[in-house]
């Protein structure tokens, strides 16, 4: 619960200082600039504008760096015109692994309680679980999770039953899987998505 607690004390003030935006922005446009394939026809300077006029998404960034996600464009809602972020790490995110599904996992299990579980992070960073869907397309900029596997966010039915998905890739297939909803494991995290 330390984590939860350190978290909370810092997501009450939702705002970078001017260096970590500009270390943060740096990262991010090198990211972008190395992984063109991941957002064709996307210019970073559009990218950086956008950031720039969102202080409390910068934030959301941020924080997915800081915990292993690696955030990169992935692709421009044509409708609303915005930017949608995705953890690009190579494997789940190191700083979220470990974690079960969601509060009422967590408060189920009776010894050896993770220290979080993946909604409440989601919700604590700004960010959203991916959608089976949004983790398939995710697959075809990249191919992430070849050793670990990462929480998507699970129909209301089968989390009723105690149940919870998550998915991976595996012989350059990506595939979808059953758990408790109250188990973690060491090589589990879970990837956010982010509009900006």
Not at 50 to 67: I, P
Not at 86 to 106: F, H, Q
Not at 110 to 127: R, Y
Not at 151 to 180: E, M, Q
Request: with cysteine.
């Amino acid at each position: 619960m330390r984590a939860t607690m350190a978290r909370n004390m810092n997501s009450s003030k939702k705002d970078l200082s001017p260096e970590q935006r500009e270390e943060l922005l740096r990262a991010l446009k090198a990211r972008f600039e190395t992984n063109m394939n991941r957002h064709k026809g996307l210019e970073w300077a559009q990218v950086q504008a956008k950031l720039e006029a969102n202080a409390e998404r910068l934030w959301s960034l941020n924080e997915m760096e800081r915990t292993g996600g690696e955030p990169d464009v992935i692709g421009r809602d044509n409708k609303t015109g915005e930017y949608i972020f995705c953890d690009c790490s190579a494997e789940s995110p190191k700083g979220r692994r470990s974690i079960c599904y969601d509060r009422e996992a967590l408060h189920s299990r009776k010894e050896h309680k993770p220290e979080d579980n993946a909604l409440d992070m989601a919700a604590a960073m700004g960010i959203e679980l991916l959608t089976e869907e949004q983790y398939r397309e995710l697959q075809k900029v990249g191919k992430f999770d070849a050793k670990t596997s990462s929480w998507v966010k699970t129909p209301s039915d089968i989390r009723k039953l105690g149940g919870a998905l998550f998915c991976d890739r595996r012989y350059d297939t990506v595939f979808v899987y059953h758990n408790g909803a109250e188990s973690y494991y060491a090589a589990r995290a879970f990837r956010g998505l982010l509009r900006v």
